[in-house]
């Protein structure tokens, strides 16, 4: 890891919160000089090209973010449950045929405290659905879902059933969506694969920090109750929110 | 096999008191069922499985049949006579007549040891609100035991001298019994982004007519929905 003197320390003890670093007059002395949030990758002012120049030659340019998220993309662990079909894909991409293991997510834990990502695969019932947010606020941050399916995205083929959750991101935020009912192994690593990028493009402070870096943002999530008709609240308003009827002229 | 017909009648030759009617099915499979009157229903269960004729000594499936309230508009012709000798004046006269709703539990039976079957035997309950009670047949054939707490779950019917009767599919705090023709399901599942027909009705009612001065595309405000 190296340093160059326009980026400012990115240090994990230096971006605990801006109103510490502002209480440091030598910090707020460089954060008026330089941008406090220096855009991926923050290895100075050199191009990805030089920098994989400098690569080949064996010096290794990074930032304490970039190895962070390389380091955390290469090494996701997922929940090991399976709802319904789509958990036989699941089962599937973890074989020698297709081999998740290629993509570091092979460790599937029976344990919500060491998992880092929720596979969401396959149709969530209601009487499921209290079942499934208490296993997320049950693993720690930072931490994933993939909705991974028709049925986990919007209730697919039993969209109008009674006792069939319409997608689970009524409850819980979801990360990818992986349609197809089921989808492919090779669909589901395609997510794997974009999440991967979306964790590498997240930011360790500022306000666009990933959510696990900041304080406001939840990290659990309010557990519905059975109720005598329907689940009670049907769906977490601060999650979702039914979308707005955009027909212009029609309604 | 006997008929369902020769069944009856050695049924109601054995329990002289009970009240057992054929439904013929006029489809061509022509499986034609008992109607059996539930005070004797255990009775008859027990018998059908004993007896060395027929040992039913499996029952395949219950389900249950839920039969709404039905109005019923008849109407007749009535001539009245004309007291001027003229022509009879005819005119008609509807009356109606609610018949009243009932909910079923069917039995398919199977002889294992004599290879024949289906029997089926329904039983009726006498309304659809608070006499939903019927023997259970589980003390007969043990594999009535979840199809039967699945009827309870789905149409409600109580089935008495069931060993644990609970809800098997829908939660314990449910109150509804979803498979019932009155039931009204949670308004849950219009919210689309373009909707049409009739989940476009039920969109409606969920978001404010835009004003006449909004502009056309402004989302309208989302409402929750109501509890049913």
Not at chain 1, 131 to 158: D, H, T
Not at chain 2, 128 to 152: A, G
């Amino acid at each position: 890891m190296s340093e160059t003197p326009s980026s400012p320390s990115p240090l994990p003890g230096a971006f605990s919160r801006d109103a510490s670093r502002a209480t440091d007059p030598g910090l707020a002395a460089a954060s008026n000089r330089v941008p406090a949030h220096v855009p991926f990758p923050a290895a100075g002012n050199i191009s990805d090209a030089e920098r994989e120049d400098l690569r080949r030659h064996g010096i290794l340019l990074t930032s304490m973010e970039e190895l962070y998220n390389w380091g955390r993309s290469n090494s996701i662990w997922p929940l090991q449950f399976g709802l319904a079909c789509c958990a036989i894909e699941m089962i599937a991409a973890a074989t020698a045929r297709f081999d998740i293991a290629r993509f570091g997510a092979e460790i599937f834990r029976p344990s919500p405290r060491q998992a880092d990502l929720m596979i969401v695969s396959g149709t969530v019932t209601k009487k499921m659905a209290p079942q499934v947010v208490r296993l997320w606020n049950q693993m720690p941050e930072p931490k994933y879902c993939i909705a991974m399916g028709a049925c986990a995205i919007s209730g697919g083929p039993f969209k109008q059933g009674y006792n069939v959750l319409k997608g689970i991101d009524r409850f819980i935020p979801v990360d990818i969506y992986i349609p197809g009912c089921p989808p492919r192994p090779e669909a589901l690593l395609n997510g794997l694969i974009e999440l991967q990028k979306k964790i590498q493009a997240e930011k360790m402070s500022g306000p666009d920090a990933a959510r696990h870096f900041r304080a406001d943002a939840p990290s659990e999530h309010p557990i519905p109750d059975f109720g005598e008709h329907d689940l009670d609240p049907p769906h977490n308003p601060a999650v979702w929110q039914a979308p707005a009827i955009t027909r212009p002229g029609k309604v | 096999m006997e008929t369902a017909g020769q069944i009856r009648d050695r049924l109601l030759a054995r329990f002289p008191g009970a009240t057992i009617s054929l439904l013929t099915n006029p489809g061509p499979a022509a499986e034609h069922s008992l109607l059996v009157d539930a005070a004797h229903g255990r009775a008859i269960a027990l018998f059908l499985r004993d007896d060395p004729a027929l040992q039913l000594d499996y029952c395949s499936n219950a389900t249950g049949v839920d039969s709404p309230e039905k109005e019923i508009v008849e109407t007749k012709k009535v001539s009245t006579p004309d007291p001027a000798g003229g022509p009879a004046k005819i005119t008609e006269e509807k009356t109606t007549r609610t018949e009243p709703g009932y909910i079923e539990a069917v039995y398919h039976l199977y002889s294992m040891a004599l290879r024949h079957g289906p029997v089926v035997i329904r039983m009726r309950t006498a309304n659809r609100s608070d006499q939903v009670t019927l023997p259970s047949l589980t003390p007969v054939w043990r594999s009535c035991d979840f199809q039967e707490r699945e009827i309870f779950d789905l149409y409600g019917i109580v089935f008495a001298g069931h060993p644990d009767l609970r809800r098997i599919l829908m939660w314990d705090e449910f109150k509804d019994h979803p498979m019932r023709k009155d039931y009204v399901e949670p308004d849950d599942y219009e919210w689309e982004p373009t909707p049409h027909n009739e989940v476009l009705d039920r969109a409606k009612t969920h978001f404010a007519a835009p004003a006449a001065s909004a502009p056309a595309n402004a989302p309208a405000a989302p409402s929750t929905p109501a509890a049913p």
